[in-house]
C-alpha cells in the first residue's frame, strides 16, 4: 500500500531559527515528490516538486531534498518567519496508466513564534 | 488572477439534504479534482476529470457525483448527504494528470452535515 509518512507531526520554533521537517514514502513506481504549504483556512500551495533524477530544489527560504533511494525527503526552512506558520504537506505521485496517482501525508503543522 | 474558486465558503445541510459545491478555474488547465480533508488523514481524492467531457472515480467516491460542465467548471454533488460526508472540500486544477505541473487548489468549502 502507498503511504507517506511526516515527521514531526507538529513544531514549534522561534522567529529567525531554522528547522528541518522529514517525509518517508513507500509510493511506487515513483513518479515525483511535492511539497505543499497551507495556510489555516486556505487551500495548499506548492512549493516544490522534484523528479528522481533532482535531489534538491529551493524555493526562496525553503528548500527541499530528496533521497529517492531510501525514499526520504526532507524540507529545509532557513530563517523562519511567522508567515511560515502553517501545515507542511508531503505529497508523492505514482506513474499509473493515464496519470498519475497523488498520495499525500498529513502534515507536519509548524508554528513560529515571537 | 483568480486561479481556482470555490462556492461556497461554508455550507451546514441536514442529513438527507442534497447540494452542489461548485468549482471554477481560469488557467485554461485541462484536469481537475476534488478532495476532501479530514482530521488526522490526508487529502483523499473523491473524482477527477482528466480532460473536458471525461469524469473518473478516485479513492473515495461513495455518496458523491460530478459534472465537467465546460473547460473551467467542474462540480460536486452530494444526491443525500450523510454525516460521515462532514468535511472540507478542495478542488484543484493543473495542466493534465501526467504533467510534473503542480496542482492549484482552491480555499475549499467547509460542510457539515447535522
Known amino acids: 500500500k502507498n503511504q507517506v509518512e511526516q515527521s514531526p507531526q507538529s513544531l514549534i520554533i522561534l522567529e529567525g531559527k531554522n528547522c528541518t521537517l522529514q517525509?518517508?514514502?513507500?509510493?511506487?513506481?515513483?513518479?515525483?515528490l511535492r511539497w505543499y504549504k497551507q495556510d489555516t483556512g486556505r487551500g495548499p500551495v506548492s512549493l516544490t516538486i522534484?523528479?528522481?533524477?533532482?535531489n534538491t530544489k529551493s524555493n526562496g527560504r525553503y528548500t527541499a531534498t530528496l533521497d529517492a533511494d531510501t525514499k526520504q525527503s526532507s524540507l529545509h526552512i532557513t530563517a523562519s518567519q511567522l508567515s511560515d506558520s502553517a501545515s507542511y504537506i508531503c505529497v508523492v505521485s505514482a506513474e499509473r496508466g493515464g496519470g498519475n496517482k497523488l498520495t499525500f501525508g498529513t502534515g507536519t503543522q509548524l508554528k513560529v513564534e515571537l | 488572477n483568480a486561479g481556482v474558486t470555490q462556492t461556497p465558503k461554508f455550507q451546514v445541510l441536514k442529513t438527507g439534504q442534497s447540494m452542489t459545491l461548485q468549482c471554477a478555474q481560469d488557467m485554461n488547465h485541462n484536469s481537475m479534482y476534488w478532495y476532501r480533508q479530514d482530521p488526522g488523514m490526508g487529502l483523499r481524492l473523491i473524482y477527477y476529470?482528466?480532460?473536458?467531457?471525461?469524469?473518473d472515480k478516485g479513492e473515495v467516491p461513495n455518496g458523491y457525483n460530478v459534472s465537467r460542465l465546460n473547460k473551467r467548471e467542474f462540480s460536486l454533488r452530494l444526491e443525500s448527504a450523510a454525516p460521515s460526508q462532514t468535511s472540507v472540500y478542495f478542488c484543484?486544477?493543473?495542466?493534465?494528470?501526467?504533467?510534473?505541473?503542480?496542482?492549484?487548489f482552491g480555499d475549499g468549502t467547509r460542510l457539515s452535515i447535522l
Open positions: 522534484m523528479t528522481f533524477s533532482e
Open positions: 476529470s482528466a480532460s473536458e467531457g471525461t469524469t
Open positions: 517525509c518517508n514514502y513507500t509510493v511506487s513506481p515513483f513518479s515525483n
Open positions: 484543484a486544477s493543473s495542466t493534465g494528470r501526467s504533467s510534473n505541473q503542480p496542482q492549484h
